[in-house]
């Protein structure tokens, strides 16, 4: 019913850029918050950054300056951009919806920043 497809990553050098996709079925993005999140080998997931129904965002410390978190209403698509990359910014990312108690989870997109 409920489905969140990430796309959009892959290797980049540091201090490159990636732009994820999170593209939506099921749901209309624009009814709800939508979150990224990341998880690094061996650590937990954390959060990224949201955008809500209005369109309202907000970032964690480590990001802000570099990320953009995004909508387009027509696409039912959320984005990610994501400049200055970092090592420390390798994970697999995933986006994120909360329905009442309820939350559902795309199956994640690798981004790998290595020299």
């Known amino acids: 019913q409920v489905q969140l497809v990430e796309s959009g990553g892959g290797l980049v050098q540091p201090g490159g850029s990636l732009r994820l996709h999170c593209a939506a079925s099921g749901i209309i993005l624009s009814s709800y918050a939508t979150r990224w999140y990341r998880q690094a080998p061996g650590k937990q997931r954390e959060y990224v950054a949201v955008i809500n129904s209005i369109g309202t965002t907000n970032y964690r410390d480590s990001v802000k300056g570099r990320f953009t978190i995004s909508r387009d209403n027509a696409k039912n698509t959320v984005y990610l951009q994501m400049n200055s990359l970092k090592p420390e910014d390798m994970a697999v990312y995933y986006c994120?919806?909360?329905?009442?108690?309820?939350?559902?989870w795309g199956q994640g997109t690798q981004v790998t920043v290595s020299s």
């Open positions: 994120n919806v909360a329905v009442g108690e309820v939350g559902y």
